[in-house]
């Protein structure tokens, strides 16, 4: 079957000396892998490297064969040049490690087509936006609906979360945020993309990122720690 589709990059391997094995996520059929041929090679038949950077927004068409192996691409170009994502060190250390965490929770063969907007819509407003410095707290916190962990708030007056349940308690154990950190996190789940930016220190963004990994780690068993994260904290230290 020929498909069309949109298509975000979530990573890319180079084989050999011009190929790069690349994995997306598509609109129309989700996680997909591609062998591209020639990605480093010159002239008329090679396919540009620089299409396949992490979170690149593409349009790609391929004939999909559905056997669970690497597909091809017949035509692929780009959806939507970011302006600032690869060129500013802060969006681009937010991209990188976004990136690794996309390719850690999205599973082969899931078409979720509300996912991928939701995430090509972020991705376009983290490009077009300067107060961008709680950008991956909000899109962590936000993919926690699509997977079906997202906290329940039902007793969020209580001043414990529990990670592991998912849910607030009156009560404190080994397995529960301490009242600062879960004072941080329901701040975090007031959040929206356009609200104020600065509500969080340095010391607020670092302790809310491990907790968000701590919580990823708990509810989804695909997901690893990025090896970007120390990056992303140092980034974001003041």
Not at 30 to 53: E, I
Not at 132 to 159: R, S, V
Not at 185 to 197: A, S
Request: with cysteine.
């Amino acid at each position: 079957m020929l498909i069309k589709t949109k298509a975000i990059v979530l990573s890319a391997l180079k084989y050999q000396e011009k190929s790069l094995v690349v994995r997306c996520l598509t609109r129309e059929v989700g996680v997909q892998t591609f062998f591209v041929r020639n990605a480093f090679a010159k002239g008329k038949s090679a396919q540009k490297n620089v299409y396949f950077q992490p979170l690149t927004n593409l349009d790609i068409e391929f004939l999909h064969k559905n056997k669970g192996g690497m597909e091809y691409l017949k035509e692929v170009r780009v959806g939507f040049i970011y302006q600032d994502i690869y060129y500013d060190f802060v969006k681009n250390s937010i991209a990188i490690f976004i990136s690794e965490v996309l390719h850690n929770i999205v599973s082969e063969q899931e078409r979720d087509e509300q996912l991928f907007d939701f995430i090509e819509v972020a991705l376009l407003w983290l490009d077009t936006h300067q107060e961008t410095a709680n950008f991956h707290l909000i899109l962590m916190k936000e993919l926690t609906k699509y997977f079906g962990f997202y906290p329940d708030t039902t007793e969020d007056k209580q001043y414990f979360f529990n990670w592991v349940e998912g849910e607030f308690s009156a009560t404190f154990d080994n397995r529960c945020f301490d009242a600062e950190e879960t004072y941080l996190f329901k701040k975090l789940l007031d959040l929206g993309f356009e609200d104020n930016q600065h509500v969080f220190t340095g010391r607020d963004r670092k302790v809310l990122l491990d907790l968000l990994i701590r919580y990823f780690e708990e509810h989804l068993s695909s997901f690893k720690k990025p090896k970007s994260l120390e990056v992303l904290k140092e980034v974001f230290s003041n």
